[in-house]
């Protein structure tokens, strides 16, 4: 079995900073791709940018540019680097990952980001 642990969420001013972090534990195969999903109050979730094993990323088009996904393999932890923070970034942030071997699926708990006007 697989947990997730979030941090780094918190409040910032529009322009600003955040870094999150998500450290993998348990039962992680090797091959697998780690994600970041955010939730806005009456909105679905959605991706923001997720990474595999081997290092190739992808991002919503809103974050692109902004936002930099990277990984440290041997500590199983995923990071979102979050910059020039708009007020439409405000979410739930939720990490994600997915076995690519056993095809399962886990979330963290969820990391509120708020960013005022």
């Known amino acids: 079995q697989v947990q997730l642990v979030e941090s780094g969420g918190g409040l910032v001013q529009a322009g600003g900073s955040l870094r999150l972090s998500c450290a993998a534990s348990?039962?992680?195969?090797?091959?697998?791709?780690m994600g970041w999903y955010r939730q806005a109050p009456g909105k679905q979730r959605e991706l923001v940018a997720a990474i595999i094993s081997g290092g190739s990323t992808n991002y919503a088009d809103s974050v692109k540019g902004r936002f930099t996904i990277s990984r440290d393999n041997a500590k199983n932890t995923v990071y979102l680097q979050m910059n020039s923070l708009k007020p439409e970034d405000t979410a739930v942030y939720y990490c994600?990952?997915?076995?690519?071997?056993?095809?399962?699926?886990?979330w963290g708990q969820g990391t509120q980001v708020t960013v005022s006007s």
């Open positions: 994600n990952l997915v076995s690519l071997v056993a095809g399962t699926r886990t």
């Open positions: 348990g039962s992680i195969f090797r091959f697998n791709r």
